[in-house]
């Protein structure tokens, strides 16, 4: 069986793509910080499967700031494949702690990498790169080819990872890939992202916990995709013979402000009632439009998204409406 080793497993994305690898035999490699709570709620469906003791789920304490642990797990492990998905990945806290993002999101991928190049292992690499990276440029939409321009700490410290990513399979030989991503979201979303803050804030009003909810940008254009769909073309990037670096989007675009309607929508509710305007969560700098074209990901891969951005929001908001009515009862 293949052994993969997983960063931020922890995470929304890591959660999936674990699921995925588990279902195809692999034994699957996670590594986690310590934290004097638990942080593993995302695991539960696994952990929860009968077959799980035949999958082989490990979970190893680490930290991307500590270049000896990340060492030690690899040369422990000495994995087959390699997603980097842990990151600081809030843009608008990223203001707020630019060092740390910068330490986590840039220098943990350059320190997997080194490790990668030290050990000797023949380990395929996946680097979870981001549409920030295209910030304000001005063409829409946004493919392999067009020019970087971040406008955020977070992002900033993406691309680092992203040439690092570059860097070390051109300078080294290394089998690394970069997976740009566009937004995904599912239910497993970090409650402060703008999706899920609308998604869960809806079912507390629906339940009579909450009565408004504060938004910043309405006008901000996303590529919103199904994470559980976009996790399969990261698995797809690491089956190829040579490393290269894909788009993974839908090639659409809604505003924030559709996807308050469509959610507040299929909830029976007003979506005017209920929602503010706060500047205060109106990023430093503004990223207006970002959309994907995810065709050399289709040609090359086969890959494309299986999930519309009305199923995507239906199955959000019915995921929280079914936890807020779990905790009542």
Known sequence: ???????????????????????????????????????????????QDPHVEDRRLHLIYGDLNDASSVNRIIRTVRPD?????????????????????????????LRILEAIRESGIRAKFYQASSSELYGRTEKTPQSERTAFSPVSPYAVSKLFAYWTTVNYRESYGIFACNGILFNHESPRRGETFVTRKITRAIARIKYGLQDKL??????????????????????????RKKADDFVIATGRTYTVRQFVEEAFGYAGLDWRKHVRIDKRYFRPLEVNVLCGDASKARRTLGWKPRTSFKQLVRIMVDADMEQVARRRV
């Not at 709620?41 to 696994?46: G, H, M, N, V, Y």
């Not at 630019?98 to 991928?109: D, F, K």
Request: glycine letters at 8%.
């Open 1 to 47: 069986m293949k052994k993969a080793l997983i960063t931020g497993i922890t995470g929304q994305d890591g959660s999936y793509l674990a699921e995925l690898l588990l279902s195809k035999g692999y034994h699957v490699y996670g590594v986690i910080r310590r934290s004097s709570s638990f942080n593993t709620a995302r695991l539960d469906p696994i952990y």
């Open 81 to 109: 494949e390699i997603y980097n998905l842990a990151a600081q990945s809030h843009v608008k806290v990223s203001f707020e702690v630019p060092e740390y993002t910068s330490e986590v999101t840039a220098l943990g991928c």
């Open 214 to 239: 504060y938004l910043g940008n309405l006008e901000a254009k996303r590529d919103w995709g199904y994470a559980k769909d976009y996790v399969e073309a990261m698995w797809m990037m690491l089956q």
